[in-house]
């Protein structure tokens, strides 16, 4: 019986993640550390985030030399004298030539210690461990809130591609895309804010001081940077599972099988609709933690955003650097955990067999 | 097999000779932006149970139309008219919630491409599940049990390991055996195989028609068997309606039709077949021309411009499937003559 024969599932798997000669380079040490393709893939990646973080780091000090003044005019303000400049700037270590300084900022990062804020002296790592948490919080609520609108949405929309669901949902999604966040954020101010006064128009409550206030204080930022990712998703989500519905053999099996439409829909069409949202969903996470500057600024939320800018402009290059690397590795570890989870959620790249 | 379904009393009557399958009259067209495509142009066919039906054509000619209308599966943008009755039952107009009882449970349905029919991101034993449960009234345990038993049937080796594999992980003619599977899982009277093993090599291909013909004296089924391939059709069917441009154009029985050819379309058809028994590096005769365009609804016969028979007539006047030697139903004025064997006149 010639179709006895089974393939192999511990057949060794391609990697899933060969954009580059570079990682294919890396590949072989990985290799050699795992069997598993998930494994593999991890290691790949972090393997691969080392050059990213340091290349950041490094083209992030070029443009902070490369902007007209420095922490020292930054700290003393417009009325300084040339020699009273000079002097801070020694005294903070500006003078020293800029690679020497880069390889000493370098060599510190690598043991650990990020160096001090020019402006205050304050450890950069006590900066970080404040606003971290906030911009994580804004933005795994803004992506939690966007999802859990939009699926039950596309799906809607999808049930009758050209229907009235379908039409509403996607007259709002292209305006929603077409809208800045921060005009949506201003409009939300003036209704919820302003006109029905139950939520706070600024002002951050950390979770210490109770969950309820927190929350209350992030709903409208988190509201305004989920909008335009509803959008997104509800397109994307709608307009994959539309296709499916049309294209897919195994949509028109699950039919033949009497099984109901939105039955249909659910298990069949959106369980496969996840890995293209996944993909979106993983590379706008680890690039939002810091593109949130504008609603951080608005909503007066201590956060990365908030906090690079300010860095910028006092010219603090320990604490730009330090957002740098950071979100660097939000970029890289959202990629690796969305490339992780393709491994755990598609059988066939699990079972070790590269998707057909 | 442990669990046994009672058969529906709607398509299995009281009457044997009740056909399970009648379509009478059947029209399907689509709207497209400028214009309707008129797919299937009034199509008549029936099939009783334990019969096999193959349906010849090639692509376009409608045949996979005609069975997407019997179970209802039309996209939205087609129109259809005429009677499709399963049983005592009329398909057409049928509610959703009437169709989907009726899907699975008197009709299944396999498809060409059986890489593609399955869900890639389920497992083999929840599909299969999904198609028990929808209909009968099991537990998970049960339709689990049922479920193992019917890949069984259907000789898939290793049943109770291959539950819990995923599509990939099966070749081919396996993956086909579990949609077989799939579609007899409520034991349906009819079982409609859309180009079931076109997308086969051809010792598995064997295997998966072997199978269906067993699995069909064994519940007594109808089978509807839609190919191009007119191979196909003389070793398995009874019957073969030989469809082109939305109409039957020749029904026989499946001995009678490939000794006495009459319709200069089927004749070319049979031609076109590639042959051991041909010269190595001959031409194979093929059908000069294409398919009419689906959009003009021409007065004459649809085949004429490709025929090597037409005549002034076949220009202005359509001819009718009729019934002009006992069982052999044709639609044409100038058929072929009974002496003349395949490929004969063009030599």
Known sequence: ?356 | MTTQIQPDTATRTADPDAPLLTIENLEVTFRTRDALVHAVRGVDLTVHAGQTLAVIGESGSGKTVTSRAVMGLLPRTATVRGSIRLGERQMVGLGEKELRRCLGREVGMIFQDPARSLNPTMRIGNQLTEAIRVHLPMSRRQARERAVELLAMVRLPAPARRFHEYPHQLSGGMRQRVMIAIALACQPGLLIADEATTALDVTTQAQIMDLLLDLQQRFAMGLVLISHDMGLAASYADQVAVMYAGRVVERAPTRRMIAHVRMPYTRALLDATPRLERPPHAPLPVISGRPPDLRVLDPGCAFAPRCSRSQDRCQHERPELTEREPRHEWACFFPCADDSLPGEDER
């Open chain 1, 1 to 356: 019986m010639s179709d006895t024969l089974t393939r192999s599932p511990g057949r060794p798997p391609r990697s899933q993640s060969r954009p580059n000669r570079l990682a294919g380079l890396l590949d072989r040490p990985a290799r050699l550390l795992g069997r598993s393709p998930a494994v593999r893939v991890a290691i790949t990646r972090v393997l691969q985030a080392v050059p990213v973080v340091w290349g950041a780091t490094f083209i992030t000090f070029c443009l902070m030399n490369l902007l007209p003044g420095n922490a020292a005019v930054a700290l003393l303000g417009d009325d300084a004298t040339p020699e009273q400049v000079a002097a801070l700037s020694a005294r903070l270590n500006l003078d020293e030539p800029f690679l020497i300084r880069y390889l000493q900022w370098l060599g510190n990062a690598l043991t650990g210690d990020l160096g001090n804020s020019l402006q205050n002296n304050e450890p950069v790592t006590a900066i970080l461990g404040r606003a971290l948490p906030v911009s994580l919080e804004l933005v795994v609520l803004a992506f939690a809130l966007a999802l859990l609108v939009a699926v039950p949405t596309a799906v809607v929309a999808a049930k009758r591609p050209g229907g009235f669901a379908d039409r509403i949902g996607m007259q709002v999604s292209m305006f929603g895309l077409s809208v800045p966040n921060f005009v949506f954020a201003l409009v939300l101010v003036l209704i919820f804010a302003v006109g029905l006064r139950v939520l706070p128009a600024v002002g951050y409550v950390p979770i210490a001081q109770g969950i309820g206030p927190n929350l209350r204080a992030m709903v409208l930022p988190a509201t305004a940077i989920a909008f335009a990712l509803f959008c997104e998703y509800t397109r994307v989500l709608r307009a994959d599972i539309v296709d499916q519905m049309l294209r897919e053999d195994y949509i028109t099996t699950a039919r033949a099988k009497g099984v109901g439409s939105w039955q249909v829909l659910i298990r069949h069409a959106l369980r496969n609709s996840v890995f293209s949202l996944l993909t979106i969903v993983g590379l706008q996470f680890g690039a939002l933690i810091g593109s949130t500057v504008i609603i951080e600024q608005m909503f007066g939320l201590p956060g990365m955003g908030q906090g690079l800018l300010q860095a910028i402009n006092s010219r603090d290059i320990p604490v730009v650097q330090a957002y740098v690397v950071v979100m660097a590795c939000f970029v890289v570890g959202a990629n690796l955990v969305t490339d992780l989870l393709y491994a755990v959620l598609d059988p066939r790249i699990r079972h070790g067999r590269p998707a057909a």
